[in-house]
């Protein structure tokens, strides 16, 4: 069945430094691939989303580019802020039931 | 504009106890899900909806049960709580065109005891 693997947290990082986050997935055809965030206490929101190969999603000075050939969706932002301290969850939507498939989640700490 | 509503917030079950997880949408949507989020895991689908009327199971459906007798209302049910059941719930909803962005729901912090 279709499955996302994405890196482990936490992630700490001082403000305006470099993040990335690698997300890699197992699917059959061509499934949309999507960025969640979750901020503390609240539920998922829709960060970004590519839904074919080479396209490139981005939001928030967040992007993320779908690599078929690696089958892989990372998350990378060029300067993090305090307010991004989340966790970041990668998924993949197959064509059918259209039900997302979750990797684990990754907390994100921003220190100032 | 609500979006996805959740209710109840929080709910504390003794083991055996039943309830029922009640989801309402305004944005039209045609599909519904129920995912459960337990730490370390993700979230995992637990049954779904296509339309009104329909149910269908997702991955982990056991000790639950659905129901969509109103487009707008998705209904989550646990018959006999277990302690296993302890998680965090969200309903999402989608549209049933080419755009299958999901809008989640607050979430509901339920603990089995």
């Known amino acids: 069945g279709d499955s996302v693997t994405q890196m482990e947290g936490p992630v700490t990082l001082s403000e305006e430094a470099f993040l990335t986050i690698n997300c890699t997935y197992t699917?059959?055809?061509?499934?949309?691939l999507f960025w969640y965030v979750q901020y503390p206490g609240e539920g998922l929101q829709l960060l970004l989303k590519?839904?074919?190969?080479?396209d490139k999603g981005s939001n928030k000075g967040f992007e993320a580019t779908y690599r078929k050939e690696t089958t892989s969706f990372h998350l990378e932002k060029g300067s993090v802020q305090v307010s991004d301290s989340a966790v970041y969850f990668c998924?993949?939507?197959?064509?059918?039931?259209?039900?997302?498939?979750f990797g684990s989640g990754t907390r994100l700490q921003v220190q100032p | 504009n609500a979006g996805v509503t959740q209710t109840p917030k929080f709910r504390v079950l003794k083991t055996g106890q039943s309830m029922t997880l009640l989801c309402a949408q305004d944005?039209?949507?045609?599909?519904m899900y129920w995912y459960r989020q337990d730490p370390g895991m993700g979230l995992r689908l637990i049954h779904y909806?296509?339309?009104?009327?329909?149910?269908a199971k997702g991955e982990v459906p056991d000790g639950y049960n659905v129901s969509r007798l109103k487009k707008q209302n998705f209904l989550l049910g646990l018959e006999s709580a277990a302690p296993s059941q302890t998680s965090v719930y969200f309903c999402?909803?989608?549209?049933?065109?080419?755009?299958?962005?999901?809008?989640f729901g607050p979430g509901t912090r339920l603990t089995v005891t």
């Open positions: 999402a909803s989608s549209y049933a065109s080419r755009e299958i962005e999901q809008y």
């Open positions: 699917a059959t055809g061509y499934p949309s």
């Open positions: 590519a839904t074919k190969a080479d």
């Open positions: 998924a993949l939507a197959d064509t059918g039931r259209r039900a997302l498939t």
């Open positions: 944005m039209n949507h045609e599909y």
């Open positions: 909806s296509v339309g009104e009327g329909t149910t």
